[in-house]
T-cell receptor
């Protein structure tokens, strides 16, 4: 099935640094979701976006729904060790029930 | 709410054996999804149900895979006969609104 292009694939950053990752699609989506997966666990929803241009924050996390409706961005400010994990974007097309997932960004935070 | 519940958490089986994975979605959710996650292919949608009816099973890799949802609170994914290349983490997710919520997954190892 379709997958979203997510970048970067992996990141190694120092604790305290900010992080940016993005997701692009060839299709227009009406919903963008960002998930985090810890080792041995299922993905956990972080932020949901429903409108083009929407900017939503959840603590140190901020995500934006691109105005073209074909991309989304996730920023993490002042990273901490517990931010380590794999971050997935997911999108849903208008009228569709299923989610398409990005390939994930593996984040490593160096204390 | 207990969230999406999957069992077993881990399964080790011999090649050729039948494997059954189980999922209890969040109460009130009307959509259920089965995903497979591997290092090589990331998160792949296998099949999803809407109101207990299979809507799209195009992601099911082979006839050895089958899924059922006999009622709104239970679904199974069966592999018969299992093969080593089926080794992966299998996730169930449910959705009642725009967002999908995942279980903790079943790690399947076929030896």
């Amino acid at each position: 099935g379709q997958q979203l292009n997510q970048s970067p694939q992996s990141m190694f950053i120092q604790e305290g640094e900010d992080v940016s990752m993005n997701c692009t699609s060839s299709s227009i989506f009406n919903t963008w979701l960002w998930y985090k997966q810890d080792p041995g666990e299922g993905p956990v929803l972080l932020i949901a976006l429903y409108k083009a241009g929407e900017l939503t924050s959840n603590g140190r996390l901020t995500a934006q729904f691109g105005i073209t409706r074909k991309d989304s961005f996730l920023n993490i400010s002042a990273s901490i060790p517990s931010d380590v994990g794999i971050y997935f974007c997911a999108g849903r097309r208008t009228g569709a029930n299923n989610l398409f997932f990005g390939t994930g960004t593996r984040l490593t935070v160096i204390p | 709410d207990a969230g999406v519940i999957q069992s077993p958490r881990h399964e080790v089986t011999e090649m050729g054996q039948e494997v059954t994975l189980r999922c209890k979605p969040i109460s009130g959710h009307n959509s259920l999804f089965w995903y497979r996650q591997t290092m090589m292919r990331g998160l792949e949608l296998l099949i999803y149900f809407n109101n207990n009816v299979p809507i799209d099973d195009s992601g099911m890799p082979e006839d050895r895979f089958s899924a059922k949802m006999p009622n709104a609170s239970f679904s199974t994914l069966k592999i018969q006969p299992s093969e080593p290349r089926d080794s992966a983490v299998y996730f169930c997710a449910s959705r009642g609104g725009p967002e999908a919520f995942f279980g903790q997954g079943t790690r399947l190892t076929v030896v």
